[in-house]
């Protein structure tokens, strides 16, 4: 069985601050991880994913993220937000050949302050 | 057109109506999925169609009808819905459903159910 768990349902930071949503999987199977990003009124865009090669991912938009086994972590890091970061982000989780059969976590609201 | 198109964008219905919701991709992709977005929930997945063949019905209530008439189109039939049915439906592409590529989602379908 796989799950997600994602640390926070709304973060806020000031612009050109460090970001960081967290999220935290549990899979009986080797994962493999997405981060999603969904603006108001817009469907969900990948972000970056994780499929077993480096465990440092870089994504669009500076985003990237760490794929830590030992601590069943992959956590969104950008090292300076921008206002046009503010969108609810999500993590999701699947197993090997998969396709789109994802499972999503409940998503975090990321606001960015002038 | 590219990507994925889903209309209509928003939709209110009452309990005894009949409405359809239709999803075309131009993307060349063999597997479409539909997904339930509901507030302060994760996505869930409801239906896998693989070329056109339902792979996978994620227990959803018989309400709920979906349909594929071929590798780029799907509806999603609804009838004598709940309130509680009221949310984004989200359709999704992938070029397959044993691939670990990522899913291209439309912008969803806001349905209210009154």
């Known amino acids: 069985a796989q799950s997600v768990t994602q640390l926070g349902s709304h973060v806020s930071v000031s612009e050109g601050a460090l970001v960081l949503l967290r999220c935290n999987y549990s899979s009986s199977v080797p994962p493999y991880l997405f981060w999603y990003v969904q603006y108001p009124n817009q469907g969900l865009q990948l972000l970056l994913k994780y499929t077993s090669a480096a465990t440092l991912v870089k994504g669009i938009n500076g985003f990237e993220a760490e794929f830590k086994k030992s601590e069943t972590s992959f956590h969104l890091t950008k090292p300076s937000a921008h206002m046009s970061d503010a969108a609810e982000y999500f993590c999701a989780v699947s197993g090997y050949n998969q396709g789109g059969k994802l499972i999503f976590g409940q998503g975090t609201e990321l606001s960015v302050k002038p | ?114």
Not at chain 2, 1 to 27: A, D, I
Not at chain 2, 31 to 56: I, R
């Open chain 2, 1 to 114: 057109e590219t990507g994925v198109t889903q209309t209509p964008r928003h939709l209110v219905m009452g309990m005894t109506n009949k409405k359809s919701l239709k999803c075309e991709q131009h993307l060349g992709h063999n597997a479409m999925y539909w997904y339930k977005q509901s507030a302060k929930k994760p996505l869930e997945l409801m239906f896998v169609y693989n070329f056109k063949e339902q792979t996978e019905n994620n227990s959803v209530p018989s309400r709920f009808s979906p349909e594929c008439p071929n590798s780029s189109h799907l509806f999603l039939h609804l009838h004598t819905l709940q309130p509680e049915d009221s949310a984004l439906y989200l359709c999704a592409s992938t070029s397959g459903t044993r691939d670990t590529g990522e899913l291209f989602f439309g912008e969803g379908s806001r349905l209210t159910v009154l």
